[in-house]
T-cell receptor, first 115, second 113 residues
Framework: GAVVSQHPSRVICKSGTSVKIECRSL??????MFWYRQFPKQSLMLMAT?????????EQGVEKDKFLINHASLTLSTLTVTSAHPEDSSFYIC???????????FGQGTRLTVV | GQQLNQSPQSMFIQEGEDVSMNCTSS?????WLWYKQDPGEGPVLLIA?????ELTSNGRLTAQFGITRKDSFLNISASIPSDVGIYFC?????????????FGQGTELSVKP
């Protein structure tokens, strides 16, 4: 299957700082990527749809000014958690699909801990 | 957001036993996907289904796209310890908005050697 690489896999940051997470499609181009948040023992919760060359689309209840998404190329989307607080600690996962394919391939996930 | 109804939530089985889990939706889907997630990792795609009635295998795994297009099941035969993990169904509704997937709640599988 197609490969999606997410970096970093783990990050610890202090409250009030910002953290950037990268999501790359390594062997295909993706005009759309998705960002999820996952709490322990729960399913994936879609946060936003990242659109190459245009603004991201955020799900209801997700603060767009807090979770900044940039999709500057067909192989890279970034999620920046701004002014992080301990309640932002979570597992963040991205996914991408080859053009016109419904199959979504996921990154390895990023464990964010805000202290 | 909208979720699929996935069952069971958890299963505790003996090595060598067969496993079955399923997902149902109130709306019609045009794609069903099954994923496995290990702790601390992203989900990995196991099987993709595109047509009503389609039955697809991947090694010891078999999945079917329900004829009504509102359900799907995943079977694992002769389970082994490395099958442990959380299995998610996911689908695209016919009312799909921009490629979004809808996920089930997950089935946590434990295999006793």
């Amino acid at each position: 299957g197609a490969v999606v690489s997410q970096h970093p896999s783990r990050v610890i940051c202090k409250s009030g700082t910002s953290v950037k997470i990268e999501c790359r499609s390594l062997d295909f181009q993706a005009t759309t990527m998705f960002w999820y948040r996952q709490f322990p023992k729960q399913s994936l919760m879609l946060m936003a749809t990242s659109n190459e060359g245009s603004k991201a689309t955020y799900e209801q209840g997700v603060e767009k000014d807090k979770f900044l998404i940039n999709h500057a190329s067909l192989t890279l989307s970034t999620l920046t958690v701004t002014s992080a607080h301990p309640e932002d600690s979570s597992f963040y996962i991205c996914s991408a699909s080859p053009t016109r394919s419904p199959e979504a391939f996921f990154g390895q996930g990023t464990r964010l801990t805000v202290v | 957001g909208q979720q699929l109804n996935q069952s069971p939530q958890s299963m505790f089985i003996q090595e060598g036993e067969d496993v079955s889990m399923n997902c149902t939706s109130s709306s019609i889907f045009n794609t069903w996907l099954w994923y496995k997630q290990d702790p601390g990792e992203g989900p990995v795609l196991l099987i993709a289904l595109y047509k009503a009635g389609e039955l697809t295998s991947n090694g010891r795994l078999t999945a079917q796209f329900g004829i009504t297009r509102k359900d799907s099941f995943l079977n694992i035969s002769a389970s082994i310890p490395s099958d442990v993990g959380i299995y998610f169904c996911a689908g695209q509704s016919i009312y799909n908005q921009g490629g979004k997937l809808i996920f089930g709640q997950g089935t946590e599988l434990s295999v006793k050697p």
